[in-house]
């Protein structure tokens, strides 16, 4: 086994995530004491999740597979259902856990499953996407959609650990560890140019999943989001700077019907929130200038149809950061100084839509 990264992320309940290669081994020691442990997996992940059922089995643990449908459609209020009852017909007590294992989509849903099921039982993520080793998998947000819009329900539950094994990576279709990208490009906006330098210097090196940069920018990506979340894990404050980009990005996925990628919406909505933030005066035109050109390198979407703007606007006034009738969005002031826009009008918001508007 290549040397694995252990990073820590503080606060009240602290945990490891691990990044390595062939890591699943290490998973069953985080579940000591748990009797039954339920796996949760779509169709692509079978195999993955069998070979976690074996591991578990092998530690003396009783695997309870569970398959829910792949990707957004995981996240929804009777899938999560459907997971209750098998774990309440299983018998599972509070020493149990839950492990998910998938893209963000399906450790969103388990840790949703675990945080409700006893009012929050142990879990673990064991991400197999890069955009769920550099984000989703870490910093406790659990959640599922609703026709109101994305995320809107969920919890703050963080996992006993996270598995982000980089050989996983090798069976994750090309377009998928791209958008993952963007949630890597985000982090460097709003804490860490150097990743930005990295990814700049060679766009396909950093899409390789087999290469050394994409470890280093995952432990990057990573180490930024741990500093985040460890100060503020219920976000009353520092941690809507992981939101950058997303407002617009969550609103796209609404009006997509969640059938856009997550990370390919991030794209748009960071190109849109540099955009914002030149026209409120606190961004230079080069660092906004630079979220496109970065993005586009990587081969991501950075634009958007015109005509949908009245429907995202709807959209956006139900995102989380919002207060009352005030929307509220993260904005950079310069590289890796991300602050809050508060309640910006009407006409600034549809101005900076020309800038992703096709
Ligand atoms: N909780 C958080 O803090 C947080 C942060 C960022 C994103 N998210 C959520 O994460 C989700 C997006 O995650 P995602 O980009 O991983 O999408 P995803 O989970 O939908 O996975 C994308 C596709 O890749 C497949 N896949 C994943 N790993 C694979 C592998 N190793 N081999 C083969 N196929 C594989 C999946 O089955 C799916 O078809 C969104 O729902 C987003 O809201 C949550
Ligand atoms: O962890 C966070 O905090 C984030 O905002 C990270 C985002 O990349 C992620 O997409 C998150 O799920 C969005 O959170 P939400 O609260 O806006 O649903
Ligand atoms: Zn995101």
């Known amino acids: 086994m290549d040397e694995m990264t252990r990073i820590t992320v503080g606060g ?11 890591l699943l081994d290490e998973l069953p020691p985080l579940l000591a004491g748990a009797d039954q442990v339920a796996i949760l997996y779509a169709p692509p992940l079978k195999a ?17 597979p569970i ?31 839950v492990v998910g294992i998938g893209g963000g989509a399906v450790t969103d849903l388990a840790g949703f499953v675990a945080a409700c099921w006893l009012r929050g039982v142990r879990w673990i993520p064991v991400s197999t996407s890069l955009l769920g ?6 910093g406790g947000k659990t959640g599922i959609n609703t026709g109101a819009g994305k995320n809107l329900v969920g919890a703050f539950h963080p996992p006993a650990g996270v598995l982000c094994d980089l050989s996983l990576l090798s069976t994750l279709p090309a377009v998928d560890l791209v958008a993952g990208l963007a949630e890597v490009v985000k982090c460097g906006f709003i804490a860490d140019p150097a990743i930005l330098d990295l990814v700049e210097a060679d766009p396909a090196r950093a899409a390789d999943p087999d290469g050394p940069v994409v470890r280093e920018l995952v432990e990057r990506a990573v180490r930024v989001k741990a500093d985040v979340v460890a100060g503020d894990l219920r976000e009353v404050g520092r941690r809507e700077i992981l939101n950058y980009g997303h407002t617009l990005a969550h609103a796209i996925e609404k009006v997509e019907g969640y059938r856009w990628r997550h990370g390919h919406a991030v794209a748009v909505g960071l190109v849109y929130a540099a955009e914002l933030g030149r026209l409120a005066g606190r961004l230079d035109a080069a660092t906004a200038d630079r ?4 993005l586009t ?4 979407p950075t634009g958007y149809p015109a005509d949908a703007w009245p429907g995202l606007l709807a959209a956006m006034r139900v995102d989380k950061k919002a207060r009352g009738s005030r929307l509220r969005f993260v904005v950079l002031d310069g590289p890796a100084r991300p602050s809050i826009l508060d309640g ?7 101005a900076a839509y020309a800038a992703v508007a096709r």
């Open 48 to 64: 993955h999740a069998d070979a976690v059922g074996r591991r578990l089995a092998a530690a003396g643990r009783r695997p309870l």
């Open 133 to 138: 080793m550099v984000d989703a998998a870490v």
């Open 344 to 350: 910006p009008d009407d006409d600034l918001l549809r």
């Open 291 to 294: 979220h496109r050109a970065t």
């Open 67 to 97: 398959e829910v449908p792949d990707a957004e459609a995981g996240k929804d209020i009777g899938v999560a259902d459907r997971c209750w009852e098998a774990l309440g017909a299983a018998g599972f007590t509070r020493t149990d856990a």
């Open 297 to 300: 390198a990587l081969g991501l």
């Open 12 to 22: 009240e309940r602290p945990y490891d995530v691990l990044v390595g290669r062939d």
